[in-house]
């Protein structure tokens, strides 16, 4: 069992920087892909960054192209999300994921476990 914890979430005005950590507990997930959602109040979830089980390799959402950017440090077991140039419709709960498989996905169901979610807030 794999239990992934956010951190890092806040309020920060638009234009400001915010980075994301995961850590897991439980056994290490340094094989896995690493994926990060976010779900907007009243909207459904949707993925934002994926990355491999080695960080060699990383899909991002359009939307977030150029702004955020996902990392991992397998000898600490931790994921990043660093997020720069924020928007308010960047606003949402943002959730880690922990694949099945050592690749990177952006599809939900790829994914085995699911932090509780750390909230960001960006005001204009």
């Known amino acids: 069992q794999v239990q992934p914890v956010e951190s890092g979430g806040g309020l920060v005005q638009a234009g400001g920087s915010l980075r994301l950590s995961c850590a897991a507990s439980?056994?290490?997930?340094?094989?896995?892909?690493l994926g990060w959602f976010r779900q907007a109040a009243g909207k459904e979830r949707e993925f934002v960054a994926a990355?491999?089980?080695?960080?060699?390799?990383?899909y991002s959402t359009d939307p977030v192209k150029g702004r955020f950017t996902i990392s991992r440090d397998n000898a600490k077991n931790t994921v990043y999300l660093q997020m720069n140039s924020l928007k308010p419709e960047d606003t949402a709960v943002y959730y880690c994921?922990?694949?099945?498989?050592?690749?990177?996905?952006?599809?939900?169901?790829?994914?085995?476990?699911w932090g509780q979610g750390t909230q960001v807030t960006v005001s204009s």
């Open positions: 994921a922990v694949g099945y498989s050592s690749g990177y996905s952006s599809q939900p169901r790829t994914y085995a476990y």
């Open positions: 439980g056994r290490t997930f340094s094989n896995y892909g």
């Open positions: 990355i491999n089980w080695s960080g060699t390799m990383t």
